[in-house]
């Protein structure tokens, strides 16, 4: 499957970002998908997941970032608001918790003032 993210930006602390992963594929028979980040100089990190039971989200972005998808446009979706200058890294989808897919290119986020 390819995926391709979007939707990163500049943006202010505190302000807020919707990022969009659409699939070549369809999604719906994907049990589990998730949002990664790599901050400079860090390892990729799963930061939110969604599966049949519900989501799941890293402890630094629990109650900023919802996860969520829609299966008719084979999308997924990171909607992620009061950001900080620590959320700036590049975001990238794939099956979660163990990246399955071929990695997307990646959606720059920079938070900063």
């Known amino acids: 499957v390819r995926l391709v993210e979007s939707g990163g930006d500049l943006v202010q602390p505190g302000g807020s970002l919707r990022l969009s992963c659409a699939s070549s594929?369809?999604?719906?028979?994907?049990?589990?998908l998730g949002w990664y980040r790599q901050i400079q100089g860090n390892q990729r990190e799963l930061v939110a997941r969604?599966?049949?039971?519900?989501?799941d989200y890293e402890d630094s972005v629990k109650g900023r970032f919802t996860i969520s998808r829609d299966n008719a446009k084979n999308t997924v979706y990171l909607q992620m608001n009061s950001l900080k200058p620590e959320d700036t890294a590049v975001y990238y989808c794939n099956t979660a918790p163990l990246p399955l897919g071929r990695w997307g290119p990646g959606t720059r986020v920079i938070v900063s003032s």
């Open positions: 969604i599966f049949s039971g519900g989501t």
């Open positions: 594929e369809t999604i719906s028979s994907v049990g589990s």
